[in-house]
C-alpha cells in the first residue's frame, strides 16, 4: 500500500553543522539525499523513518577535490558530477564507468555516491569500482570526524559500520593507478536501467616485463551480500603469470569465495558462473 505523506515530516537545515547536531539530539531523523533510495521506499509504503533530514542542498557535501596524491569526493556528489569530472575521468575511470550505468540520466542527476554506499545494497554500481581503488570514507558527526576503509564498511546485508548520528562525509581514492590496467562489466538484464545480477571492476599492475602481475584488485557486486573484494582470487594471481593453469586456479578461488544469492534478477548458479566468466574475460585482456 502507497505511504500517506501526511504521516511525514521533513526538515531542511542550512549548514552541515546544524545538521549534525539535530542527528545528534534526535535520533528519530534519517538524512535524505537525492532520495532516490528514500523516495521509491516511501512511494511503495515501505519506509519506516517517518522523520527525514535532507542534505541534499549542503554544499558541503557536494564537492570534488584533489591533491597530488588523492581525490576526495563529497558524499553529496551525484553521478552526473562525477561523469563530468575530468581529474575523476582520468584517474578513477571505473568510476566514471559505474555512474554512467547507475539508472537513468534523472537518476543520475539526483542520485548521489553517499546514497549508494550507505544504502548498502550488495548489487550497488559504485562499490566494486571503490573496493577496487582501495578507497578510504570519511565519517562526521556533532562529536567530530573518523576514517575507515571502505572495505571495513559493509558488515553484513544492509548492515554498515556509520554510527547513529553520523553521516558520510566523503569518499578519499589515492591517485596511483594510472600504470594499472583496468576492467569492468556489469551483467544485467538490459544494458540500461537495471539492476546488476553480477558485475566486476578490477585493476591489475603487470610487472616491467608484463610477464606477471605485481598487484592486483578485484571488486565484485551481487557476488556476496555485500559488495565485495574477492581476496582469494587476488591471491592466486599475485605474481603469477597469465597461463591457462593461472585462469583455471584464479576461477576456483573466486568460487570458493562467492556466495550469490538466489533472487528475483538470477540465481546463485547463473551469478557464480558468470563471475568467473568475467574474471577470466579480464584476465585474458592482460595477456596482450
Ligand atoms: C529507477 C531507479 C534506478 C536505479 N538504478 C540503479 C542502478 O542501476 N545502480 C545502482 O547502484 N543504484 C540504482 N538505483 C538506486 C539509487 O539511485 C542509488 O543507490 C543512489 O546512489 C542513491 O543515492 P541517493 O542520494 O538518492 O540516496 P537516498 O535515497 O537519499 O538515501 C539512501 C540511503 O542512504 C542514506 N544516506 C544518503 N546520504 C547519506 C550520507 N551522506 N550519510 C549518511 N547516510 C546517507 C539515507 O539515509 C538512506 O538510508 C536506482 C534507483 C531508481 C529509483
Known amino acids: 500500500m502507497r505511504s500517506n505523506v501526511a504521516d511525514y515530516s521533513l526538515i531542511q537545515p542550512t549548514s552541515l553543522q546544524e545538521a549534525l547536531q539535530t542527528l545528534a539530539s534526535d535520533p528519530r531523523y534519517t538524512p535524505i539525499a537525492g532520495g532516490t533510495e528514500l523516495m521509491v521506499a516511501l512511494s511503495a509504503g515501505r519506509l519506516p523513518q517517518k522523520h527525514l533530514l535532507s542534505i541534499n542542498h549542503l554544499y558541503e557535501l557536494r564537492f570534488i577535490t584533489a591533491t597530488p ?20 575521468a582520468s584517474d578513477f575511470p571505473l568510476l566514471v564507468q559505474a555512474a554512467s550505468w547507475t539508472g537513468s540520466i534523472a537518476n543520475q542527476n539526483r542520485g548521489t555516491l553517499g546514497g549508494n554506499i550507505v544504502n548498502a545494497s550488495p548489487a550497488a554500481d559504485s562499490p566494486p569500482a ?29 548492515r554498515t559500520a556509520l554510527r547513529p548520528g553520523e553521516l558520510l562525509h566523503s569518499i578519499t581514492l589515492p591517485r596511483i593507478y594510472s600504470a594499472y590496467r583496468s576492467y569492468t562489466r556489469k551483467v544485467g538484464t538490459r544494458n540500461a536501467q537495471a539492476i546488476s545480477k553480477i558485475a566486476l571492476a578490477a585493476l591489475a599492475l603487470m610487472d616491467d616485463t608484463a610477464k606477471t602481475i605485481k598487484d592486483i584488485r578485484i571488486g565484485a557486486a551481487s557476488l556476496r551480500e ?59 585482456t592482460l595477456s596482450f
Open 69 to 88: 596524491n588523492t581525490v576526495t569526493i563529497g558524499s553529496g556528489t551525484t553521478f552526473t558530477d562525477i561523469r563530468r569530472s575530468a581529474i575523476i
Open 130 to 158: 571503490l573496493l577496487a581503488y582501495d578507497a578510504t570514507l570519511t565519517l562526521i558527526s556533532a562529536a567530530g570526524a573518523r576514517t575507515l576503509p571502505y572495505a571495513d564498511f559493509h558488515l553484513g546485508y544492509k
Open 226 to 284: 555485500t559488495p565485495t573484494r574477492c581476496t582469494a582470487a587476488e591471491r592466486a594471481l599475485l605474481k603469477q603469470p597469465i597461463t591457462p593453469q593461472t585462469i583455471a586456479a584464479a576461477r576456483a578461488a573466486l568460487l570458493t569465495e562467492a556466495r550469490p544469492i538466489d533472487d528475483i534478477r538470477s540465481t546463485a548458479k547463473y551469478r557464480a558462473a558468470v563471475a568467473a566468466n568475467l574474471l577470466e574475460e579480464f584476465l585474458h
